[in-house]
Nanobody, 125 residues
């Protein structure tokens, strides 16, 4: 079973950037597709992006496309989320997730099998 620990959250001004990291342990990292989800106050959790096992495939939510970039380093068992041009509506707890299902499974956007505890991103105006 894989364990996930996020880091890199914090307070940033609108228009700024943050880079989140998620370190995985307890499993073979390259066996999992990885994803980021977020949950804003009073809202349901939503899909942000996921990445294939090799890193060659990515799939973004429309709300972050062109601003966020996911990447992974299988040698370091880590997935990253570079967030640029942050907006107030990006404020949320960001969760790293892992799943053994194929990258093309549409259901992974609804949720994945393994979750981190989350890291808070706050965007001020």
């Amino acid at each position: 079973q894989v364990q996930l620990v996020e880091s890199g959250g914090g307070l940033v001004q609108a228009g700024g950037s943050l880079r989140l990291s998620c370190a995985a342990s307890g499993g073979t990292f390259s066996n999992y597709i990885m994803g980021w989800f977020r949950q804003a106050p009073g809202k349901e959790r939503e899909f942000v992006v996921h990445i294939s096992r090799s890193g060659g495939g990515t799939n973004y939510a429309d709300s972050v496309k062109g601003r966020f970039t996911i990447s992974r380093d299988n040698a370091k068992n880590t997935v990253y989320l570079q967030m640029n041009i942050l907006k107030r509506e990006d404020r949320a707890v960001y969760y790293c997730a892992a799943d053994p299902r194929p990258y093309g499974s549409s259901s992974v956007r609804d949720g994945m099998d393994y979750w981190g505890k989350g890291t808070l991103v706050t965007v001020s105006s």
